[in-house]
T-cell receptor, first 113, second 115 residues
Framework: KQEVTQIPAALSVPEGENLVLNCSFT??????LQWFRQDPGKGLTSLLL???SQREQTSGRLNASLDKSSGRSTLYIAASQPGDSATYLC????????????WGAGTKLIIKP | GAGVSQSPSNKVTEKGKDVELRCDPI?????LYWYRQSLGQGLEFLIY????????KSGLPSDRFSAERTGGSVSTLTIQRTQQEDSAVYLC?????????????FGEGSRLTVL
């Protein structure tokens, strides 16, 4: 059974730092992995989608990597800003599912000014 | 539309009343999902639509919950005889591809409070 884990559950860093959020999954048989952010009381915003054949995706200050064989993905945030404060969620789409996503519990990120 | 639109954004109702939540997906997106997020909890899958069909309704918590989708576009989630434990944010998402590679886009959610 696929399980997705995000560590740490919470992270607080000063503004300007580069940081890495981690997502691990137990079964490498996936179609893709997607990173989202969720602001308090809001819906989810898609950040990056990495297909299983890809190693990384970049968008602005964000870079997501995927190592399928080791069951790991990282989300790298460069030059963090207070506006990056949110909960970051990763989700994988298993090969044996037509539509289901398996979700991590999220990392709550606080960037201190 | 430009994004996934959900209404109402907030709904307060009394226990026992029926509620309808609406989702208008991104134009052209064939796949539509409903999720529920209780306070401080993760996402709970409710139902998935491919076009107007719902291949899997097993995530619906009870027979008080139902959902439909018409014209391959707008979807309505109906909760009958609401209970306090139904209080949560109900999130809708849509995806372009009818296969398994599609990126999911979420709406802002409908926050339901049952008194």
């Amino acid at each position: 059974k696929q399980e997705v884990t995000q560590i740490p559950a919470a992270l607080s860093v000063p503004e300007g730092e580069n940081l890495v959020l981690n997502c691990s999954f137990t079964d490498s048989a996936i179609y893709n992995l997607q990173w989202f952010r969720q602001d308090p009381g809001k819906g989810l915003t898609s950040l990056l989608l990495i297909q299983s054949s890809q190693r990384e995706q970049t968008s602005g200050r964000l870079n997501a990597s995927l190592d399928k064989s080791s069951g790991r993905s990282t989300l790298y945030i460069a030059a963090s800003q207070p506006g990056d404060s949110a909960t970051y969620l990763c989700a994988v789409r298993p090969l044996d599912s037509n539509y289901q996503l398996i979700w991590g519990a999220g990392t709550k990120l606080i960037i201190k000014p | 539309g430009a994004g996934v639109s959900q209404s109402p954004s907030n709904k307060v109702t009394e226990k026992g009343k029926d509620v309808e939540l609406r989702c208008d997906p991104i134009s052209g997106h064939t796949a539509l999902y409903w999720y529920r997020q209780s306070l401080g909890q993760g996402l709970e899958f409710l139902i998935y639509f491919q076009g107007n069909s719902a291949p899997d309704k097993s995530g619906l918590p009870s027979d008080r919950f139902s959902a439909e989708r018409t014209g391959g576009s707008v979807s309505t989630l109906t909760i009958q005889r609401t209970q306090q434990e139904d209080s949560a944010v109900y999130l809708c998402a849509s995806s372009l591809q009818p296969d398994n590679t599609g990126e999911l886009f979420f709406g802002e959610g409908s926050r339901l409070t049952v008194l």
